[in-house]
């Protein structure tokens, strides 16, 4: 097989586990909680990095931002070889009472995006895989990890999030609002994959609170940024199970 285009790997090159941030950057802070840490290929928004957890052999891949990048990603990705998918990431809380720093692990995610609905019917399920979910449930519990677990939406225009929008994603009782999962959920249930998604809250658009509604200079808030890594060791715990 042809060496990937975005991706820039072959078959055999990665793990059949990988671990999606959509930041480049904190592919880097991923690695820094494994051993052995050896960049395999660097291009445009993807950075790919295999490692060792726990003797435990993994790859990390950022995604960018989105789904149509995320959509590559998995494409690629399942084209050399890999079979589980989890990601990474941060995310806007649609819930009162879900605070900054929170952890979102997603049962669905509703399709306010245009990727998936290139590959199949907005009306088909954006879902993970029913054994990664409880491998990200079951290692915050062993972590003495507190996780919101539930719906979340995946939306394609940040800057026309409208209060109409935000409005209804609570009323619907939808946790937070990312990026990415409905896209990696649809394509990893479609070629045979499992997925599943934990994702740090970075503020909460009913509170008022979403990312840059404050002074810091820093794209995530301290509390955010620090609750990142109990995150990636909850992901990291998950991997190993499956």
Same mark, same amino acid.
């Given at each position: ?5 975005? %991706? ?19 592919? @880097? ?54 079979? !589980? ?21 997603? !049962? ?6 245009? !990727?998936?609905?290139? /590959?199949?019917?907005?009306? /088909? ?16 519990? $062993?972590? #003495?990890? #507190? ?7 995946? @939306? @394609? $225009?940040? /800057? ?7 409005? @209804?994603?609570?009323?619907?009782? %939808? ?17 045979? %994959? ?49």
């Amino acid at each position: 097989m042809a060496t990937q285009p975005h %991706l820039l790997v072959d078959d055999g090159d990665l793990t059949d586990r990988v671990l999606v941030p959509g930041d480049p950057g904190r592919v @880097d802070r991923i690695a820094d909680h494994c051993d052995d840490a050896k960049t395999v290929a660097q291009n445009r928004e993807y950075k790919v990095v295999n490692a060792t957890y726990e003797g435990q052999e993994l790859t990390i891949c950022s995604t960018g931002i989105g789904c149509p990048s995320a959509a590559i990603a998995v494409e690629e990705l399942a084209n050399v070889g890999v079979e !589980t998918i989890i990601r990474v990431g941060t995310t806007g809380a649609l819930q009162s009472g879900i605070e900054i720093g929170d952890m979102v692990v997603a !049962t669905g995610a509703a399709k306010e995006e245009g !990727t998936s609905k290139r /590959y199949e019917a907005a009306e /088909y399920p954006a879902v993970p895989d029913y054994d990664v979910l409880s491998a990200l449930v079951d290692s915050a519990e $062993a972590n #003495d990890e #507190d996780v919101h677990v539930g719906p979340i939406v995946s @939306d @394609d $225009a940040y /800057y026309a999030e409208t209060d109409e929008h935000v409005v @209804d994603w609570e009323a619907a009782g %939808l946790l937070a609002v990312e990026m990415e999962a409905a896209a990696i959920f649809s394509l990893a249930r479609r070629k045979g %994959l499992r997925a599943g998604a934990i994702c740090t809250v970075d503020g909460n658009l009913v509170e008022g609170t979403q990312k840059g509604t404050d002074t810091e200079d820093d794209e995530l808030p301290e509390k955010a940024k620090n609750n990142v890594g109990r995150a990636i060791d909850i992901s990291l715990e998950a991997a190993t199970r499956l």
